[in-house]
């Protein structure tokens, strides 16, 4: 069983900056893919970005290209999502994802309880 634990989310105004991270309780992420998703009130659950187990690839939702980038630390204990530029339409609750040497970008065992993030217009 791996638990996972996010961090990081707040309150910032549109054109800031936020860096999440996602923390796995008592191992690390290597050979994992890693994902970051978010549901904001009233929507479906959405795809934001993904790493793959490898870290040789990486996937990321139209509507946050360029403004977001998912990376992990050289350890592998922490998964992190920069977000920049951010816009009142990014709000939600985000939420990182695992799954041993996981083929799909979309297809995760693993979830964590989410962090919100909330951007004022």
């Known amino acids: 069983q791996v638990q996972l634990v996010e961090s990081g989310g707040g309150l910032v105004q549109a054109g800031g900056s936020l860096r999440l991270s996602c923390a796995a309780s008592?191992?690390?992420?290597?050979?994992?893919?890693m994902g970051w998703f978010r549901q904001a009130p009233g929507k479906e659950r959405e795809f934001v970005a993904a790493?793959?187990?490898?870290?040789?690839?990486?996937n990321y939702a139209d509507s946050v290209k360029g403004r977001f980038t998912i990376s992990r630390d050289n350890n592998k204990v922490t998964l992190y999502l920069q977000m920049n530029s951010l816009k009142p339409e990014d709000t939600a609750v985000y939420y990182c994802?695992?799954?041993?040497?996981?083929?799909?970008?979309?297809?995760?065992?693993?979830w964590g309880q989410g962090t919100q993030v909330t951007v004022s217009s």
């Open positions: 008592g191992r690390t992420f290597s050979g994992y893919t």
């Open positions: 994802a695992a799954r041993k040497y996981g083929n799909s970008w979309f297809v995760y065992d693993y």
């Open positions: 790493l793959s187990w490898n870290d040789i690839s990486t």
